[in-house]
């Protein structure tokens, strides 16, 4: 009998010494997954979808041949409620979610890439060519 209450008493302690100890589970990652276009269009595959919180990029992940994307956002209890903010190409999108543990939530993408630098540069090609003919045109005078 006294054994047996031995036991009891020995077991009652080993499990309270286990109870006191508090076992830090990982937070499980925010999931985002969605497409992205680029000027109305499916983005080409490897675009580049990048994640901030507080101006630091925490994620990246290439688009597929479809143009979709998938991004798990690792995060601890600092990082609940923190806006994330979306890039797409260095491009900042105008959507942002908030970071919470387990979430998962499909947001699309669209950016509208702006092809001046493009243009100005045909621009000044054109007009090197056409003072060029002027001044070959004189010559030829």
Avoid: Q
């Avoid at 580049?48 to 925490?58: F, H, K, P, Q, T």
């Avoid at 609940?80 to 979430?103: L, N």
């Amino acid at each position: 009998m006294k054994d047996r209450y031995l036991f009891f008493v020995i077991a009652g302690i080993f499990l309270l010494f286990l109870c006191s100890f508090t076992f830090a589970v990982p937070m499980l990652p925010t999931v985002i997954e969605g497409n992205v276009f680029i000027n109305n269009a499916s983005a080409p595959e490897n675009t580049l979808v990048s994640v901030m919180i507080n101006g630091v990029i925490v994620k990246s992940a290439n688009t597929t041949e479809d143009g979709t994307y998938i991004i798990a956002v690792k995060g601890d209890e600092n990082t609940i409620g923190k806006e994330i903010t979306f890039y797409v190409d260095s491009i900042k999108t105008d959507i942002t979610t908030t970071w919470s543990s387990g979430k998962v939530e499909t947001i699309n993408l669209t950016i509208i890439k702006n092809n001046t630098k493009y243009y100005i540069y045909a621009a000044f090609v054109c007009f090197i060519v056409f003072i060029a003919s002027k001044h070959l045109r004189k010559s030829k005078k």
